[in-house]
């Protein structure tokens, strides 16, 4: 993609809107676009001259994307302390860290075995802080 075009979801993220919004304004002729198969795209100074502002160009994206997949299984745990883990490390999940990618946290129990299975997938950095902070928890 050329550095002069933006997606909508480009412009939704630059300007602060939502998505549909942003279509809205495309196909009410409000803001001009492109129409290329599915997908629109705006041109730089459509854009400008759409908000009356300077904009300035987007982050490129960065090419070092990593993402940790984790399961981790624990014996001999009772239901008091499951319910602990798993609304430590849902909540945890919840508040995004400096990359702010989405963590997503999946807890399994089998009572009659007494084990948990926690699934985390997510950014390398929000994996670590939350299998830290499972750690901590479970420590005795």
């Known amino acids: ?32 676009a492109a129409r290329i198969g599915k997908q629109y795209r ?32 624990i014996d001999d745990i009772d239901r008091a302390t499951v319910d602990r883990v798993a609304t430590l490390l849902t909540a945890t999940a919840a508040t995004r860290g400096p990359g702010g990618r989405a963590l997503r946290v999946e807890t399994s129990y089998d009572p009659a075995r007494g084990r948990l299975k926690v699934i985390l997938l997510g950014g390398l950095a929000d994996t670590a802080r939350l299998l830290d902070y499972l750690d901590g928890v479970l420590a005795p």
């Open 42 to 73: 705006i041109t730089h100074d459509d854009l400008e001259t759409f908000t009356g502002l300077p904009i300035s160009a987007p982050k490129p994206a960065t090419a070092g994307h990593a993402e940790a997949s984790c399961i981790v299984e």
């Open 1 to 32: 993609m050329s550095e002069g075009f933006y997606s909508v979801e480009q412009v939704a993220e630059l300007l602060g809107l939502h998505v549909r919004t942003v279509r809205g304004y495309v196909r009410d002729g409000k803001l001009p």
